[in-house]
Structures are given as structure tokens and as C-alpha cells.
């Protein structure tokens, strides 16, 4: 009898217990959805694949990261632009968008997308409405570096092989610049020519790496883009592919830009959802 009526206490006592459980499922989940870490999508830049962003993704993806890598076609901008927002929109919430050289135009238009919390460039371009890579690249200022672009071949640009390492890669295992210079993809004219219509910098934090040994893209170009972007900049003796010779210097900045961008929008969901208390203070 004794034991029937313990094991009756038990069950009444697990019974009581059970909607305490149900409930503090939810708190778990929240607790730990707010403490997720955005999404970070990649894009590369012209004359170049994806790939070369593998040693960035490699430490990223350590670092408890969800990493993307958009392989976009560099035909057009539009095109460039829609590849990249598919990817963004596979993402199951807040996204950190980084382009390198030309991927940085792409990443101008792209980051308009409401997943998109910070932007990062990466010694890239960074266009400003009704501007394109080939009206900031026209008139590069007395005594700038020109980079060896061979005249266009049925619409589409390369860079001279024999010039390539000392232009793009100066800072990269010499067999491995050599590759890339054997491997270009082509460049699109209309992916050069391709304009924005609103930059995504303009309502969304930026940051921005300078490298101050690039061919390509003249350190006082990049250094009059981050600071028309309103970016915060961080500058690396590196080359145009300081992404593939630096990859740690790179995801440092990533990962910056994903820790604040990421508090701001928690501020600001914070904010949304409670208007009549903005700051979020108990």
C-alpha cells in the first residue's frame, strides 16, 4: 500500500512539474537564438573565382561562423547582383556581406537586402549612386599604377598573364599567382559598366581594408571611398589579393564588423519591438 501511494505522489509531483518544463523550453531557445552569430556571405571580385577565398573561410568557419561563398558569373552587374541576393536569401538570418575589388560593387547594390546588417570591403570598390567600376577606374590620379587590362576580347576583359603576380598578387606564392594568371575568368564589360542605384553604405555600417601595396586599386582611391562610405578602415601592407596573402588580417576584420554590426541590431530589434522603451534597459 505504502507503495502505491508513493508512486502516486511521484506521478502527482511530475505531473505538477511538467508545464514548468514545457515553458522554459521557449526562454532556452531564445536565450540562444540571440546569441547566434550573423551569416557570412563572400563575393569575389574580377578575373578571379571564389576559391580564393578558402583560406578566410577556413578560419571563419573555425570561429563558429556560417560561411557562404557567392560564385558570381562577372558577366553583369545585374547578374552578379542576383546571384548574390539567392545566397543572401538562403540564409536564416542576419548577414554579413563582403566583397573584394569589383565584388564590393556588387556588394553596394546587394546589401540593400533587409538580411544585410554591415558591409565589408575588402580593397574594393565602392560605388556611389549612378556610379560604376568603370567611371571610378577612368581617371586615376597622376602617377597611379595601371593595371595591365588587355583590350576587350568579344566583350570580356584579362589581365596580361606575364604581368599578373607583380599587378594583382605581388604578395602570393609565386606558383600559386602564376595559377591564377592561367585561370582567369573573364571580366564582363557590362559588369564594369553596370551602375548603382542606391548604395546600401548609405543606410548600413560599412568597414573597410585598405591595402597600401595595391596595383590595382590605388590606396588614395580606397582611402576616398571608405571615407565617403563613412567606413571604419583598417590598413595592411598587402597586395590586390591581401585576401588569399592575409587571410587572417581579413576574417579579423569580418569578425569585427560581425560582433558590432550585430550588437546594433540587436539595439535596434530591441528598440522596434519596444517603443516606449528604446534603449533596451530594463
Do not use: C
Amino acid at each position: 500500500m505504502n507503495s502505491i501511494r508513493t508512486n502516486a505522489v511521484l506521478l502527482a509531483i511530475g505531473m505538477a512539474s511538467l508545464p514548468l518544463s514545457v515553458a522554459a523550453e521557449p526562454r532556452s531557445d531564445a536565450s540562444k537564438s540571440q546569441g547566434s552569430k550573423p551569416a557570412i556571405v563572400l563575393v569575389h571580385g574580377g578575373f578571379v573565382d571564389g576559391s580564393g577565398w578558402e583560406g578566410v573561410y577556413k578560419i571563419l568557419r573555425k570561429d563558429g561562423y556560417t560561411v557562404s561563398i557567392v560564385q558570381n558569373p562577372t558577366i553583369s552587374l545585374a547578374d552578379d547582383v542576383a546571384v548574390t541576393k539567392r545566397t543572401i536569401a538562403k540564409q536564416n538570418g542576419p548577414v554579413i556581406l563582403v566583397g573584394h575589388s569589383y565584388g564590393g560593387a556588387v556588394i553596394t547594390e546587394a546589401g540593400n537586402d533587409p538580411k544585410v546588417i554591415g558591409l565589408v570591403y575588402i580593397t574594393a570598390f565602392a560605388p556611389d549612386r549612378g556610379e560604376s567600376v568603370s567611371s571610378l577606374i577612368k581617371d586615376p590620379p597622376p602617377g597611379a599604377p595601371v593595371p595591365p587590362i588587355l583590350s576587350p576580347q568579344d566583350g570580356y576583359l584579362f589581365l596580361d598573364k606575364a604581368k599578373f603576380a607583380a599587378s594583382f598578387a605581388a604578395d602570393v606564392d609565386a606558383e600559386k599567382a602564376a595559377f591564377m594568371a592561367d585561370s582567369q575568368v573573364p571580366w564582363g564589360l557590362d559588369a564594369l559598366g553596370g551602375t548603382i542605384s542606391e548604395p546600401a553604405w548609405r543606410a548600413k555600417p560599412s568597414w573597410y581594408l585598405v591595402a597600401t601595396d595595391d596595383k590595382m586599386i590605388p590606396p588614395p582611391a580606397q582611402r576616398f571611398m571608405s571615407k565617403r562610405a563613412g567606413s571604419t578602415v583598417v590598413e595592411n601592407k598587402g597586395s590586390h589579393a591581401v585576401y588569399i596573402s592575409q587571410p587572417r588580417a581579413v576574417a579579423a576584420l569580418i569578425e569585427e564588423a560581425a560582433r558590432t554590426a550585430s550588437a546594433k541590431d540587436a539595439v535596434s530589434t530591441t528598440a522596434s519591438a519596444n517603443p516606449a522603451n528604446p534603449s533596451g534597459k530594463p
